[in-house]
C-alpha cells in the first residue's frame, strides 16, 4: 500500500497547488469570456425569433465556441433581419404646443 503524501507514478507531482494556482486567472477568462459569448448569442437568437437555437445554446456548455460561432455564422443574417432601421429613417416627432 502507498503512503498517502507519494503521488502516482503517472502524475509525479505535476498537479500541485502553485499549477491550480496558476490556471485559476485562465479558468476565470474562460467562464467570463463564456458568459459574454453566450449572453450575446441568446440575445440575437431570442430577438431573431430562433428557438431551436436559443434552446440549444442555452443548454449546451462549449467554453464559448458554440456561442462565438453563431453569432459569426448568423452575423449577415442579423444585419439583414434589420431590427434597429438607420436613424436617417427615423424621423423626430415635433411638438405641437401652443
Sequence with gaps: MQPYDTYPPMMNGFFTTQT??????????????ELIFKSFALWRAA?????????????INSA??????????T????????????????KKKRSTKA
Excluded: D
Excluded at 20 to 33: D, E, G, N, R, T
Excluded at 64 to 73: D, K
Design 20 to 33: 491550480a494556482a496558476a490556471m485559476l486567472p485562465v479558468l476565470f477568462l474562460i467562464v467570463a469570456l
Design 75 to 90: 452575423n449577415a443574417q442579423y444585419e439583414a433581419f434589420n431590427v434597429f432601421p438607420p436613424r436617417s429613417i427615423v
Design 47 to 59: 430577438r431573431m425569433g430562433m428557438t431551436g437555437w436559443f434552446a440549444a445554446l442555452l443548454v
Design 64 to 73: 464559448g465556441i458554440f456561442p462565438l460561432l453563431f453569432l459569426v455564422f
